[in-house]
């Protein structure tokens, strides 16, 4: 019974002495420990001091609506369409396909190119072109061609007009039905320029092939001749037809376009010129091609002049074939009704005979009209033709043909040229 009351005793003593000691001893897991129940390492003491200067020293971070209290604004984040898209992979390629590695200056040559544009839904292909000198475009509403899926070709016709020219680099741009667009620009390389040798012959014509169709000489002046060509050429810059040892000239009028083309060439020379002789650069054989032809006044045949001069217009032919055509029937219709109606039987052949007249003054030569005082006599029926001849006074011509508003005219010496209608009575 005493051990028992000494045991209650010591027990009282030991719990009052662990009670005293907690009070005075802190533990090393107060100031560390989260109020999540997760537990950090101890510091050693030493090292306690700084840390809480720090803590105390750093401010605490503020939320976004302390931010925006003390900046007095509201926060806006970035728009999403500032955020840079994801890169989009290439969609248009380029290359050549025929491009010459050696040209002359003043030669037409082609630029072939292909393109290749993957577009599910491709809203136009377009070229356009950068840098470059000394250069001329031939076709420059050339359009892209498709070959294939995906696949477009162009081919540009370029001339070159010095030495030093550089073709100009091709940029295509391609856009689809959603407003995206891709560039792209190739050059050519290494393209090297050759000029031609000039000589007093050499007619500035490079061409693939040229001809002579027809030529005449007529008097001019009481001191030249005026000699006329008609060439038809293939591939050539007739543009820049020219000989410098003669008085004048000019290429009169023109048909079809730089790879096919037929025109009159007018040359003014002196009449002692006993010849008339020029030269072309043949492009396919690599070397000049001569011409020489006399130049000899002779009688102007009228089968020679129609020839050389335009021919009626196929609306005026078509016309009178249609005429001829509505007159045959109404000639019929006589035929037919002289029987049962003498009256409209007369009226048909009346309206017939008629249509008939006027196709056929309408396609007669040889009528004769009065010329007005001061009309000018052109070679050819065009606005910008030479005028060769100024009448005086008023005279009779003889009405070879019609073009248009122009009459071929054949004048009392003898000479052909073109009126316009309201110079005739």
Avoid at 138 to 144: K, Q, V, Y
Avoid at 223 to 241: C, G, L, T
Avoid at 274 to 292: A, C, D, I, P, V
Wanted: proline content about 5%; charged content about 30%; some cysteine.
């Amino acid at each position: 019974m005493k051990i028992f009351r000494y045991f209650l005793t010591f027990l009282a003593l030991t719990l009052l002495l662990a009670k005293f000691a907690a009070a005075e001893e802190p533990s090393v897991f107060d100031d560390y420990a989260e109020d999540d129940g997760s537990v950090s390492f101890p510091l050693p003491k030493s090292l306690q001091k700084n840390l809480n200067k720090d803590i105390r020293k750093k401010p605490v971070a503020k939320t976004e609506e302390e931010i925006e209290r003390s900046l007095g604004k509201r926060i806006t984040p970035p728009p999403s369409s500032s955020l840079t898209p994801k890169a989009r992979a290439q969609s248009l390629f380029l290359s050549f396909y025929n491009v010459p590695k050696r040209v002359y200056v003043g030669e037409i040559f082609p630029v072939s190119l292909k393109s290749i544009a993957v577009f599910s839904d491709l809203k136009s292909l377009n070229f356009s072109l950068v840098g470059g000198r000394d250069y001329k475009l031939l076709n420059p509403e050339a359009l892209f061609e498709k070959i294939d899926e995906n696949e477009y070709k162009i081919t540009l016709y370029f001339k070159l007009t010095s030495p030093s020219a550089k073709i100009p680099s091709i940029k295509v741009t391609a856009v689809d039905n959603g407003g995206y667009s891709e560039s792209s620009v190739i050059s050519v390389k290494n393209l090297k320029v050759v000029p031609i040798r000039k000589s007093k012959d050499f007619c500035g014509v490079l061409a693939d092939s040229l001809k002579v169709l027809r030529y005449k000489t007529t008097r001019f002046d009481e001191n030249s001749y005026m000699f006329v060509m008609k060439i038809e050429a293939k591939r050539a810059n007739v543009e820049d037809f020219h000989l410098e040892w003669v008085l004048r000239d000019k290429i009169e009028s023109k048909e079809g376009d730089f790879l096919d083309s037929k025109f009159i060439y007018l040359a003014f020379i002196p009449e002692t010129t006993q010849r008339f002789n020029f030269k072309y650069f043949n492009l396919k054989e690599g070397r000049f091609e001569s011409f020489s032809y006399p130049v000899k006044l002779e009688k102007e045949e009228l089968s020679t002049q129609i020839e050389l001069n335009p021919k009626a217009s196929k609306f005026d032919i078509y016309k009178n074939i249609f005429l001829s055509v509505i007159a045959f029937i109404f000639l019929l219709l006589f035929f037919f009704k002289i029987k049962k109606s003498k009256f409209a039987a007369i009226v048909y052949l009346m309206i017939s005979l008629a249509i008939f007249a006027y196709v056929i003054k309408d396609e007669l030569p040889f009528s004769d009209v009065t010329l007005k005082k001061g009309a000018k006599v052109k070679i050819l029926p065009t606005t910008n033709s030479t005028i060769f001849y100024t009448a005086d006074k008023k005279i009779r011509v003889k009405v070879l043909n019609r073009v248009g508003h122009y009459y071929k005219v054949v004048l009392p010496n003898e000479e052909i040229g073109w009126v316009r209608d309201e110079d005739l009575e």
